[in-house]
């Protein structure tokens, strides 16, 4: 399906072309996502993306369908009070709905976990209470609490049957809030979706999906499954800031569930299938990696811009930029230190923006303008 874009919407909002610049570089970039706990797509993805989902593919693994089974059965009990549950939701991040904030060790986990959820259907032997009153729980108990509208976690460290707890708990209420948002004619957005776009043979969709995987593959070595959420959306007649026209493919690929591990982003010009950006977002493509101080990640500048320009040359034929400027702001889980270098090159009237990993010089995110 082929989603047309408000363009009198777009245009009337008032802002110079360098935030607009901004706008565009930091959705693509998912920089308001790039920390997998946000629920949801950045401003400009919700101006202009409307995603559309389908069913299973015949080909789904046992794994799958068993998760699928486990929260579309639910009693009308839990289901009502994950209604109420969703209703109350008004947090932009899954941490502001937390008594306290997850430590890195509890978030490793929980990547793992979710696999093993999603994928092998190790469940919790139990599932998360709700009570009305925090005064209800048990002493280092994990729960949601109504008059609160808060999940406390124990302040201890969970436990994996806890974390499993959690994951069941996040996985039911995206599923109520799907069924209640398709109740009211409402597509849920990117954030949200349990099912890939489905895709039909000889369509632009499918052509664009055959492109990406095979950009997903060179650049990440990285060949999906169907354990992988895949979003396609095309939008015709687009203008970039050159005042060319294409039709923009836009495709998320990230696996069923995974609210913390990796995700990745290819954006194409699908008159073509010719690149415009590719990115790796999410805690799991990070929590491993090694961590620099900002002085120590000078040391790497030079050495990580010549894999970046390696890139752009191969990619977008383009070399010896007339500028280029480079910054600390992209993945850090820690105050004052970086797992990556973010690169601005300017070419005559191109933009190529390029994000490298530090410690193996590996391209998390590229993109022209």
Known sequence: MKNKINKDLISNIEISDDMKEALYKNCLKNRSTADFRFKYSGLLSVLIMVAVFGVFSIGASAAIITFWNRISNMDDEEYTSYVAEVDADTFISTDEGFSRELTLDEI??????????????????????????????????????????????????????????????????????????????????????????????????????????????????????????????????????????MTLGILHYYQLGTGYATSYDVYLNADDMSLLSIGEAGYGSILYSKNYTFAEAEEYVKECEGKALEVVKSEFGLENPDSIKYDFEGFNLEDGKTASINYEMKFDVRIIYAEVRIEDGEILYLSRF
């Not at 974390?163 to 069924?179: G, S, T």
């Not at 776009?197 to 052509?207: C, R, V």
């Not at 070595?221 to 939008?235: C, E, Q």
């Open 108 to 245: 490793k986990r929980i990547i793992e976990l979710e696999r093993k959820y999603y994928d092998e259907s190790v469940f919790p032997e139990k599932i998360m209470p709700h009570y009305q009153s925090a005064d209800e729980m048990r002493e280092n108990e994990l729960a949601y609490v109504v008059s609160d509208n808060l999940v406390y976690l124990p302040q201890k460290e969970m436990d994996d049957e806890q974390l499993l707890e959690y994951i069941d708990h996040d996985a039911k209420k995206r599923y109520v809030n799907i069924q209640e948002l398709r109740a009211e004619g409402i597509e849920p957005g990117q954030g949200m979706a349990l099912e890939s776009t489905p895709l039909t043979d000889g369509s632009i969709e499918a052509k664009a999906k055959k492109a990406a995987d095979k950009y997903l593959k060179d650049y990440y070595n990285l060949v999906t499954d169907d354990s992988w959420i895949v979003l396609v959306d095309i939008f015709d007649e687009e203008e970039d800031r050159y005042s060319n026209i």
